[in-house]
């Protein structure tokens, strides 16, 4: 069974994510093929709009499959993640720079590469089953594929309580955020993807489009906003502490899980491209990042104890966020130099 499934279908370019036991994981080889396809596409006339979708019913796409980044990582080989971030990052630009408009069907987890295919179409339609996050400071990273460039324009400090806790949001709170734009129930997706296929007209969506749910987040705003308005880490732990709301006591109880490297680096990443909020700037903060994560940061610990040894106990540099010095953040933030993501033909 091929991994991904693309092909022309009436007006459009069909993209199916196709490892629905594995939730649709994305591999590096589909990653190219998704950019090879938006490029064949770009100036085909007879392609109106691109549809993306996942097979089965769990999942749209559940992250990046990570174990070959931890086996080369074990090895001291750290140049092939690098290198798959590279093109997979290439590939999120693509994405949200297409001139032609992209739909994606967002059906159960949409979760770290998954939001990086998924969450940056021009429309994106969420149904009663999905649950979007972006939970990398869980695996000693941060939240990446152009993700913090979401998280950034979220209302008002929404972006920081997700990137660090790693919350799930469901359709209701996917759109209040800005993760989505249309809730369409999972029953007439079919219809809707006929329509869309057919016609190449995503006037479809609008017609098909129901009220979302109550966003949870939206209840939650000003607990978030007084809790995660600090420009640090340890700014963000000291509001969180004084604070018994909702949002405050799940956001202890998820973040005391994760990497506080991750967490203080995300912190920033999040409010420097809040300044500049353009897809590249917000890839390129996340690569300083990630081209550093095995060799300096957390992440190979992180994959063990979430993915290889599944004992959900890792072991990160930090033992606390207190311990998080200025230096080490900068440490994995200084700019690349000649490493840095290079940007061209991301139209």
Request: charged letters at 20%; glycine letters at 10%; hydrophobic letters at 40%.
């Amino acid at each position: 069974m091929t991994d991904i499934i693309i092909r022309k279908t009436g007006r459009a370019g069909y993209i199916t994510l196709n490892r629905p036991k594995a939730l649709n994981a994305l591999t590096w080889d589909m990653c190219l093929a998704i950019e090879n396809a938006l490029d064949d596409w770009r100036t085909d006339p007879d392609v109106a709009l691109i549809v993306i979708d996942g097979a089965g019913e769990r999942a749209f796409c559940s992250g990046g499959d990570i174990a070959d980044m931890y086996a080369t990582g074990q090895r001291g080989d750290f140049d092939y993640g690098q290198r798959f971030w590279r093109d997979e990052y290439r590939l999120n630009a693509k994405i949200y720079n297409y001139t032609k408009p992209i739909v994606s069907f967002l059906q159960g987890f949409t979760m770290g590469g998954g939001v990086g295919v998924g969450c940056h179409a021009a429309h994106r339609i969420v149904c009663e089953t999905s649950q979007i996050a972006m939970p990398e400071c869980s695996i000693g990273l941060v939240p990446d594929v152009g993700g913090s460039l979401i998280l950034a324009k979220a209302p008002g400090h929404c972006g920081e309580y997700l990137g660090l806790t790693g919350d799930r949001m469901d359709a209701g709170d996917a759109i209040y955020v800005g993760f989505a734009d249309h809730f369409v129930p999972q029953d007439a997706w079919d219809g809707l993807k006929e329509t869309l296929l057919s016609s190449g007209d995503t006037a479809a969506i609008d017609a098909a489009t129901t009220p979302a749910p109550a966003a949870r987040l939206a209840d939650w705003q000003a607990g978030i906003d007084h809790c995660f308005a600090g420009t640090s880490l340890g700014d963000i732990y000291q509001a969180l502490m004084g604070d018994d709301g909702p949002a405050s006591t799940q956001a202890r109880k998820l973040m005391d899980r994760n990497a506080p490297l991750g967490m203080a680096v995300a912190t920033q990443i999040i409010q420097s491209v809040r300044r500049d909020p353009r897809i590249e700037n917000a890839l390129d903060h996340e690569f300083r990042f990630t081209y550093r994560c095995g060799a300096q940061g957390d992440f190979i610990e992180g994959i063990r104890a979430a993915i290889i040894d599944r004992d959900r106990a890792p072991k990160w540099q930090h033992a606390s966020w207190q311990d998080v010095s200025t230096a080490d953040v900068a440490a994995m933030t200084d700019d690349l130099g000649s490493n840095a993501l290079q940007w061209k033909d991301t139209t």
